[in-house]
């Protein structure tokens, strides 16, 4: 590997390192370089289509002789089949296809589960045919609460082995669960030092339990998928998905054909926060029922979910019920953390609490992170956007927090006192001065002393995600003859913008405009790539660009050198593309005219990640993304209404590779967070088992007046991780809105909210206006 | 739209148990939405078989063959492929189905396609001159106020009509005026910041959020 001197770091703090450069990989992009096009606010190169309505989705596909299937599913929350018949649904008007998706004896494990399907010329048809099919179902004992689940005496949701499903929206490397007792299923746990003696020594402990919510990811395009036989073997799959290719790798062992012969094509995705991976669903099978709906049909089958499928069996983030104990020494230091935590994926597994509590306040030296798994029977939780990580905040801050008023001491203070990554630490002490952090504390304290109606408060949160950047990407670049640039990559945009920054990257590499660049991507013909899953596109992707279209150029410099007649290494590369050298200039145009054959075509691929500076992410060879929020909110004591006046978010996102669509992402991380902080709650009925509100006026999320005044900061680091210097900021930027809304809740009232969602009620009676309970927690 | 008008709502509310059919020309109860349907003004019984209705659909002259349960949403999308409007709740709750009827934003998953009988309907196809962006789609591109783009044909209607209501006033549109505007219009990635700063820009208005001023601060 050639190694060679760069410059990382971030702000003022800059410094030289040497690093191994994998063979065949230009020299990073680092802080020494300035660039023109990358990292400016280029406005996304498909928008014209999104604003126009001309984009088109995998809810607007239409094929010629296209069908509509409709599914059906188990009212119940836990059954036995006892019969099942397709009655007269395979001949009800308009239906071309039906077929059943259990059997008898099957027993089903939550309301919601696949029964039986049917294809029909039309949507309303399909749905009509549904009422015909005929199914006797005994009535199973079943448990959706959490915590009646986690009781031995609980009945058992799961009779047999259970098979874990992990896809690329996990948070790579994470624990699986193991081996538990009854509806209990234990994680490995993280530990440091001895919690226990140490807690047993301390001089201050805190001691309470922190719950959180079922969240749904409530992409407005549902899921769905349109399945188009072309061959006995060969099929066309248009699917609303995260991963291309985990669409085509399931599409191909459900139905036995080779991938070759799998084109699976994305264009336009209506969001997906991790919920969106393979050609099923968490809890439905998706890729499965239109296949052969359409395999049956003798047509292609399109099956969208509606919203009250889309809210029960496509995934959810799991709840988490923590039991947080933390203790300090006489002088403040924090010395014990133990978190014990109980949530519930459903019929799935996946409840962890990510890293906050074990990896952000790494001077607390004795940490014990407990987590299990509850089956209950409710459809699987599976990857949201940062898998455990908001729930693990809210738990641990809001507990620093409370432990900070014990000891009078500043909560932001006690967090600088206990982070050792330099980039959050420089975060939390920048974004006291440009909050006003200080002066808000006053107020609010000054507002609770006198005991007014109206109060503000102040909280703040930190957030750590890591560089999952990876190889398995090969970008093709091709030059053509007549200047034109295509550059094709197989990956989906879910909606960050990536092909925009493909064509920064190309841009700048090539020196030539922004729209001179053709970015192809969304189908899998247009080679291999990673899911839009753990923040991975942007550092996944834009390496490849960048070595391909570096390959590129250093043919067109081979072509310049014979024409000018000076050696390659003395062509010079102009800044409009032109090509410099003895004396003498020739024009982009004129050079790719001269080329030898139609066009030049190079291939990029993406090495493994390089760098970590400032600091490794949980012992893992790449880069630790920091970030810090602050929160300020405004409560009406007498009626408990609730408002987010503003976040300043400050985020670690590596090279900026477009200012616009990069902070377009924070917000969206603001404003999720927000709405999972005050709004969103998934609801299940106790005595029946099903989805109270599974529709978008009774599941409220946040809108347009719902969400706070959002200040972001981006944080430009060079780790020196791979050739562009870009990490992910999908994932980090939602991690601690929620948590520094409840610390900022806490600063406004003098007691916690220990529950989310944030609702008027809880307030109220944190307050002791009305009285706890009722409510299944 | 001059007919009178009957909403999926108004429909289903009307119905109670008697069948949807009878309910399309005898309501039984009144609609507050709709104005009253008296014997002289009521509209020829339709259906339950697809009947045809006619209405002017971005400025063209349409026709479509549809039975009177099918929504204006399913309507514009299957019968017509008209698909900028989405369907994403189906129950009036998201507002990524908005069209204007007649100048007026509505839920096109809650009227029924007979109900625009002889109306105007805009969907966010016809908000540009052909392939010509309007200034306000221009400026939703500029501001990055979309991101997966699926509530984007609805708050662009949304505001659109905003905008022509305002009319000369909207240069003193605020922050908050937009916000109201698209308060039906619902967004999972997080746009609302930067859509309003594209109409406040549109608009000409001065803008009031620190997401709407284009200085893009940055440290590092």
Known sequence: MPRKTITVGFADQLTEIEADIPAGEPRPWDADNRLVVVGKPVPRIDGHLKVSGRAKYTHDIALPGMLHAAVLRCPLPCARIKKIGLGGAAKAPGVKAAITLAEVGDRILFAGQDIAAVAAERPELARDALASIEVEYEALPFVVDTRMAASPSAPAVHQGVVRERKTEGDEPGAAGAQGGEGNVRKMPDSRRGDPAKALKKAAVVHEATYSTQVQTHSALETHGIVVRWDAKDKITAWCSTQGIFSVRDELAEIFGVPTANVRVITEFLGGGFGAKFGASAPGTRLGFIAGELSRKAGAPVKLMCDRHEEHVCTGNRPDAHQDVKLGADASGRLVALHVRSLGTAGIGTGAGIGRNAFSVYTKIPHVLVEASDVYTNAGPGTAMRAPGHPQGAFAVELAIDELARKMKADPLALRIRHDEHPVRKWQFEQGATRFGWAEARKRSEAARARGTRMRTGVGVAASIWGDFGRPGVTVTVTIGRDGSIKVDNGVQDIGTGIGTVMAQVAAEVLSRPTDAITVRIGRSEFGPSVGSGGSTTTSSVTPAVRNACEQAKTQLLAVASDLLGVPPADVVWGPEGQALG??????????????????????????????????????????????????????????GVIRVKRVLAMHDCGRVMNALTCRSQINGGVILGTSYALLEERVLDRDFGRMLNPNLEHYKIAGARDIPEIDVVMTDVFAGNNSTGAIGIGEPSTIPTAAAIACAVYDALGVPVRSLPITPAKILAALGVIPTGGTPT | MTSPTLTRRGLLRGAGTASVLASCTKPNGPDSSAPAITDANAPAEIGPDATSVEFTLNGKTVTVQVEPRVTLLEALRLDLDVTGPKLVCDRGACGACTVLVDGRPRNACMMLAHDVAGANVTTVEGLGEGEQLSALQAAFVRHDALQCGFCTSGMLTSCASLLRRRGSSASALTGAEVNDAIAGNLCRCGTYPNVVAAVLEVAGAKASTPNAAASATKAG
């Open chain 1, 582 to 639: 003895g004396g003498k200039v020739l024009t982009f145009e004129a050079l790719c005219k001269k080329m030898p054959g139609e066009a030049i075509v190079a291939t990029g691929t993406r090495g493994k990640t390089y760098g970590a500076h400032p600091m490794e992410f949980s012992g893992q060879p790449m880069q630790q993304i920091a970030g810090v929020q602050f929160a300020e909110v405004e409560i009406d004591t007498w009626t």
